[in-house]
């Protein structure tokens, strides 16, 4: 039991650590006027309302934006599990 236990907890210190903003990340925001920006494309992501930015900021970064433009938010409850539907465009302004 002690041994499945400290397996789990390995993979999921993993799994977590794959997911973490690098430092550049960390500075990416969101844009309204997008006038002076190259657009990089339409993305789209699920995830849970409070990690929302934090998954927006990793997807544009991995896509080679600086900035994000978050078109459309939907909110459902699958399985029991509050599920926020984004999406968003991708830009590189600096």
């Not at 960390?26 to 990089?40: A, P």
């Not at 309302?49 to 409850?77: C, E, F, R, W």
């Amino acid at each position: 039991m002690k041994k499945s236990l400290i397996i789990l907890l390995v993979i999921f210190l993993c799994s977590c650590a794959s997911r973490q903003l690098t430092p550049e990340m960390e500075y990416i925001s969101s844009v309204s006027d997008t006038s002076k920006c190259k657009f990089i494309r339409n993305m789209y992501c699920e995830t849970q309302p409070h990690t929302m930015i934090h998954y927006v900021k990793l997807n544009t970064g991995n896509a080679g934006g600086d900035s994000y433009k978050i078109i459309s938010t939907n909110n459902q409850i699958i399985s029991g599990i509050n599920v926020m539907m984004i999406n968003f465009e991708v830009y590189k302004c600096r």
